[in-house]
């Protein structure tokens, strides 16, 4: 078998070099009992995942942006007739209409570019990344603080940190660790589109910054004693900082404050 072109710096690649973790990620990205409909894999690269991606589904895209890479991909997979094997950019994809999954160890320059497709897609029923760590611990709240994508989307979406894959599973050694995410479409949304409207609203306003805290941003556009009652109700200190509040306890504040 050809040795693979070395990992290329401007795509931000790092293949996963180990079978084990592997393994553990598929199982992840899968972990119902039977093969998802279809799943599509971002940077397929050597086809580390794409293998035991391969054995859980039933149909399996893999995305290669990088051309030294595809037409070994295809040659490894084409016994495999339901895996295609897709030369191209995973951004300049079309969402398939059907439900679908995604999985992936993603470039850590791109990740940002790979969630936001995936959370615009709206057949898609969850996501499983090998991202940065740092990227993986904020987005889910493992550093005690919560972002705004993060809060935004959590009455549609779940999204959880299910690992920890350290960085000498990967050629070449990146330098730091990597997390496994995961985002989850919620069966049934916590808000209807009415109420997530004003969620949005709501949860933006709070991360403005405006007037130099949550309780003083939100009283832009509600009057004190009902942000003072929401905060009352959701046992929240009026000092607290934005990033502190927890995605259960916005959802007191928005019942609240618009009730």
Known sequence: MARPPAPSRALSQHFLADRATAERFARLAVPRGRPVPLLLEVGAGTGALTAPLARRSRE???????????????????????????????????????????????????????????????????ATLLTQLEYARKRTGDYGGWTLLTVRTWPRYEWRLLGRVGRRSFRPVPRVDAGVLRVERRDTPLLDP??????????????????????????????????????????????????????????????????
């Open 194 to 259: 009415a109420a997530y409207r004003s969620w949005c609203a709501l949860v933006e306003l709070g991360f403005s910054g405006v007037g130099g805290s949550l309780h003083a941003s939100l009283r832009g556009a509600h009057p004190r004693r009902r942000v003072d009652a929401a905060f009352r109700a959701a046992r929240l200190d009026p000092a607290v900082l934005v990033g502190g509040v927890t995605p259960g306890e916005w959802l007191r504040l928005h019942e609240v404050l618009t009730s």
């Open 60 to 126: 399996l895209r893999a995305y290669e942006i990088d051309p030294r890479l595809v037409p070994g991909l295809r040659s490894r997979f084409s016994g495999t007739p339901h895996v295609r094997v897709v030369g191209g950019d995973f951004l300049a994809a079309r969402p398939p209409g059907t439900p679908f999954s995604v999985a992936g160890n993603v470039p850590f320059s791109r990740t940002a570019a790979v969630v936001g497709w995936c959370l615009r897609a709206p057949a898609l029923t969850d």
